[in-house]
Each structure stands twice: as C-alpha cells, then as structure tokens.
C-alpha cells in the first residue's frame, strides 16, 4: 500500500510536466520564488537520492545539484533542461524502488544525520509520500498558472 501510494505521488509530479516545453517547466510562479515545475523535479531527485540512498541505503553520495548540501539549490532551474532533470529524477525513484524492494521489511533502519537519529523504511516511505503531496500541490498551482489545465 505504501509503495502503490508513493508511486501514484511520483507519477502525479510527471503527470503535470507531461506536454511542455522546457521553457514552460522553468517558468518561475511568482516573484520572489524560483519555483518551478522542473525545479520541483530537481528537487524531488535529490529527495528521493538523500532519505532512500543516503538515509537507509548509507551511501556516501553527494546532491545532483550542489556539494554544499544545499536542498535549495535544485530549485534553481533557470538553464535546466526537461531531459536533464527528468533522467536525474526517474534514475533516483529507480534506486529507491531497488532499495526499498530489496529491504528485510519495512522496519529496516538508516541514521538520518539531520535529525540526529534512526529512522525506519516505513517512516521514510511516509515522509516522501508527505513530501510528494506537498510539492504535487505546488506543482497544481504553478500547471494552471501556465495553460490553465487543473486536476490530477
């Protein structure tokens, strides 16, 4: 069930990419913010990359999108492409998939330095899902805002 309602949040995301130009994807919503859909991309590659790769799996890997593990930085989409952020991103859910498939069960541990403490697979899965909805929700306003089409 966890994994069924995360991978509707992913395919949501792409849901409101799906038939614009590169150019539409880095349209900013509204002055101060640098959101964007391809932004919301980016961010959610490095998402996916830090609780599944670095979190659970304890991989020593670095961001996409910057050495200083600056999260705001894969919101800067100003000269990203659709191509570039979307082959980062699906290759992130696919490493998450492995490791969450592969896992004993759901109460496997990984150390979250952040937070300064364990966490389980199961919590993980519930923060993306957390994080997916939150963004996804972004990704509605900023999808009407550039050709008026609404909905999930």
Same mark, same amino acid.
């Given at each position: ?8 949040h992913?395919? $949501? ?5 799906d ?14 913010s $640098? ?6 991309v ?6 996916? &990359? $830090?609780?599944? !790769?670095? =979190? ?14 600056? *999260?705001?930085?894969? *919101?800067?989409?100003?000269?990203? $492409?659709r ?5 980062? #991103? ?6 998450? !998939? ?11 541990? %990984?150390?979250?330095? &952040? #937070?300064?403490?364990?966490v389980?697979? &199961? ?6 899902m957390?994080?997916?909805a939150?963004?996804? %929700? ?6 009407? %805002?550039?050709? %008026? =089409?609404?909905?999930?």
């Amino acid at each position: 069930m966890l994994r069924a309602f995360l991978d509707f949040h992913r395919a $949501t995301l792409a849901m409101k990419c799906d038939g614009l130009s590169d150019e539409e994807l880095r349209r900013r919503s509204s002055p101060p913010s $640098t959101l964007s859909l391809l932004g919301l991309v980016r961010h959610m590659a490095e998402v996916e &990359r $830090t609780w599944f !790769r670095r =979190v659970i799996d304890a991989e020593d890997v670095p961001l996409v999108w910057s050495d200083e593990v600056d *999260y705001q930085a894969a *919101y800067d989409a100003s000269t990203a $492409t659709r191509s570039e952020a979307f082959a980062a #991103w699906q290759a992130e859910v696919e490493h998450s !998939r492995r490791i969450e498939a592969a896992a004993e069960s759901l109460d496997v541990t %990984g150390h979250q330095p &952040r #937070w300064g403490e364990d966490v389980s697979l &199961r919590l993980v899965m519930l923060h993306m899902m957390h994080e997916y909805a939150r963004h996804n %929700g972004h990704a509605d306003f900023l999808r009407e %805002g550039i050709d %008026g =089409v609404v909905g999930a």
